[in-house]
């Protein structure tokens, strides 16, 4: 019985290992509107581990009010236990989240601005200069802790509102970021629109601006699939960081019934077929996404989810 | 209101043109089971070229025996009006089939063969060295009439009984075709396993046999989601013909509710974003693969047409 793997054939001159930065316990569950018990989540999330995940955004130590989905940090934070191995990162919108993260555990934190002004406006309820003066308060006191600190940039190449966003203006948030003290920066496409040149042109202006290929982390959506070939220009500029959600979840908040997050299933097919480790077992992650998106009662939008399910049956 | 549409980015050294091969009304509607009315496929033709489609696989000359869903094919042919300057190919298995095609009123015949000895028997009921001796002599015979003829090789990555397919021998077979008088090749991974590392090795082992970039088109599936990130490899190794099928059309036969081909509106999305020319206009092309898909009862897998779709509602 045949069963489908990537053939591993490297091409030169990428990175012989990437980390994975999984999203999908956060920034995947947020974006779902069935609750999921506490219980369903550090299952979730000790599957991912075991299915060889290093790195794991645990949860969202926002108000309640604002995503009732994460509601439970806390009470999450509590309930599992993971090996020191592996790094885990809970986002902490202001000074009140750092402080319910610090007491809840945690060993690192994400904070977040945005690129453009009305996304800054309508989902961070500030402005561009705003939530960049937040980030990097959050930021001081998080790193006078010792705690590492992750950057993100949304709306790094398009915007419903504003189109096209010039690299220029994410590179300078970027370096405003790096240079406030965080240790490395996620990149959004948070819309899904870019395409490698774009790809390209940014992290060209963020080496201009003297901003390390260590420091930095891409996040794509596949909303027009163009996810994984974005993260192929990437890596042939040395990036070695890329944010993905196990089995995709995750919707488009932008396009009801389009995908959002990059699969973290899709990206290993490719990475492993690159000859690139991952640390990460297909198969168990597969499972893992499966039993996840019977949970949460739709089907993953997954290429190699899909595909290997069917080649199953 | 906001429209989604690529920004036009530009990444160096790319083919600043690329020709889209159109496989929707033959490979696509090959792999579906209802069966398309002649008056159907000819609209859906007809509406791809006045979306911009250049080239056009239009039909197959096979034994009706083998795909009724193509018996049609003279029919079909008679019933079309299109411009000369459109590229239009059909698929001829054998002399037969030659000389059905010439009579219809074909300017170019595409043959077939496989990688893989496997496939020969199943899919052709052949050997890969009898597929390559048919497919020699239609091409010496459709040559002899002044018709180009295109070379189809299937599972030049990988193959599901077979794991994976040298590229010496694609290159080898290609060389066979090349040295037989094909005018263009067209190099398939039909279960969509390759990864951005095994198509540059292609390339390479093409290159070194003297096979021109300019005689060489790849066709990618994207059942495991590598379809696109294959070819933006190809662009950097200077190819610029591509085969996609329109939405996506067309399953993969391998993987019951898999993806089959590569959609073409996802590929015009990446090329656009680049800045690469392709003559086609997304927003008519994805209204024509949304009416298609009307008419053959499924929605489109492609990631462009869903989330074009969603935008708009």
Redesign the interface.
């Known amino acids: 019985m045949?069963k489908?793997?990537?053939?591993r054939?490297?091409?030169?001159g990428?990175p012989t290992s990437v980390r994975i930065y999984e999203v999908g316990p956060r920034d995947g569950l947020q974006a779902e509107t069935a609750v999921i018990p506490t219980e369903t989540k550090a299952q979730f999330i000790e599957r991912l581990v075991a299915a060889g995940s290093r790195t794991v955004e645990l949860t969202s130590f926002v108000s309640p009010r604002w995503i009732p989905q994460l509601a439970d940090a806390e009470e999450l934070m509590d309930r599992l236990h993971l090996p020191d191995s592996v790094r885990t990162v809970v986002l902490v919108p202001n000074r009140k989240g750092l402080e319910r993260a610090v007491a809840a555990g945690a060993r690192e934190v994400a904070v977040f601005v945005s690129a453009t002004e009305e996304f800054a406006k309508r989902n961070l309820n500030s402005t561009v200069d705003g939530a960049i003066a937040a980030a990097t308060e959050v930021t001081a006191a998080a790193r006078a802790l010792g705690l590492p600190v992750r950057g993100y940039i949304s709306m790094c190449?398009?915007d419903?509102?504003e189109?096209?966003v010039p690299v220029e203006r994410v590179a300078d948030i970027a370096k405003t970021l790096v240079d406030s003290g965080v240790t490395s920066l996620s990149l959004g496409d948070t819309?899904?629109?870019?395409?490698?040149?774009?790809v390209?042109?940014l992290l060209d202006a963020l080496r201009e601006r003297g901003i390390p290929t260590s420091q930095i982390a891409m996040h794509f959506h596949?909303?027009?699939?163009?996810a994984?070939?974005n993260?192929?220009?990437s890596l042939t500029a040395g990036v070695s960081e890329f944010d993905s959600s196990a089995g995709g979840l995750g919707r488009?908040p932008?396009?009801?019934?389009?995908?959002g997050n990059l699969?973290t299933e899709?990206l290993v097919?490719?990475l492993h077929?690159?000859?690139i480790d991952t640390g990460i077992d297909l198969d168990s992650l597969t499972d893992t996404s499966s039993w996840m998106a019977e949970q949460i009662g739709h089907s993953s939008p997954?290429?190699?989810v899909?595909?290997l399910?069917?080649?199953r049956?």
Chains 1, 2 share one sequence.
Do not use: E, N
Not at 9 to 12: G, L, R, S
Not at 222 to 226: I, R, S
Not at 254 to 259: R, V
């Open positions: 045949w489908p793997a990537p053939h054939v490297p091409a030169p990428l190449f398009g419903p509102w189109g096209t819309i899904g629109v870019g395409t490698p040149g774009h390209l042109a596949d909303t027009y699939g163009q994984l070939s993260v192929y220009a488009c932008y396009a009801k019934g389009a995908t699969a899709d097919w490719m077929g690159l000859g997954s290429r190699v899909t595909a399910r069917a080649a049956t």
